[in-house]
C-alpha cells in the first residue's frame, strides 16, 4: 500500500468505518471540517452517537486523545497491515476501554489527565511546568480485546435487539 498522507489516511479511516456501521445496519454520517472529537455521527430517534476515527499506516496510533462522554466510541483503524483490497483491522473502544488506557498511562509522574480524559504530559524545568506532549500512543497488542467489536455500538444504540439475542 502507498503511503498515504496524513489528510488522505484521515479520510481512509473514516469512510471504512463508516462503511463498516452502514453494513450493519447504521445510518452513519461522516462530518465536515475538523468538527472536535467528531468523525462520524449516529443518529437515531432518541440520540446522537459520535464516532472517533484514528487510522495509522505505521505500528502505533500517535497522540490519541480519547473519549469523555458516555454515547462516544473510538474506532482505531490499521491500514498497515492490509493491502489494497483488503479489509483493514478494526478495533472498536468504548469510554471504559479509554478509561483502562488512560490508568495505565496515569502511572506516569509527568502525566495529566484533565475533566475531559484528555492526556497530557508535562515536563518541569527550572521550576516551570510546560506541555511536552499531548495524547496516548497506543499500539494494536494494548487494544487487541477490542478488535472487531463493533457489538460495543450496537448494543448502545440497539439494545432492545441485543436483549433479544440473549
Not at 469512510?15 to 449516529?42: F, M, P
Not at 471504559?96 to 518541569?124: F, G, H
Request: aromatic letters at 8%; hydrophobic letters at 35%.
Amino acid at each position: 500500500m502507498p503511503k498515504l498522507s496524513t489528510e488522505l489516511l484521515s479520510l481512509a479511516g473514516e469512510y471504512a468505518v463508516a462503511s463498516e456501521l452502514c453494513w450493519r445496519g447504521l445510518y452513519s454520517q461522516l462530518t465536515l471540517g475538523n468538527h472536535k472529537r467528531t468523525d462520524i455521527l449516529i443518529e437515531t430517534e432518541l440520540k446522537m452517537f459520535r464516532i472517533q476515527v484514528k487510522a495509522k499506516q505505521g505500528g502505533r496510533w500517535p497522540a490519541v486523545s480519547g473519549l469523555f462522554r458516555t454515547d462516544d466510541f473510538l474506532v482505531l483503524v490499521d491500514l498497515a497491515a492490509s493491502d489494497l483490497g483488503t479489509r483493514p483491522d478494526f478495533y472498536v473502544l468504548n469510554l471504559q476501554d479509554w478509561l483502562q488506557i488512560i490508568a495505565e498511562t496515569s502511572r506516569k509522574p509527568e502525566a495529566r489527565i484533565d475533566q475531559q480524559n484528555k492526556v497530557t504530559y508535562v515536563r518541569e524545568k527550572d521550576g516551570k511546568s510546560s506541555v511536552d506532549w499531548k495524547g496516548v500512543n497506543i499500539v494494536p497488542s494494548k487494544v487487541i480485546h477490542c478488535k472487531d467489536q463493533w457489538q460495543k455500538i450496537i448494543s448502545r444504540i440497539e439494545p432492545e435487539k441485543t436483549e433479544a439475542k440473549q
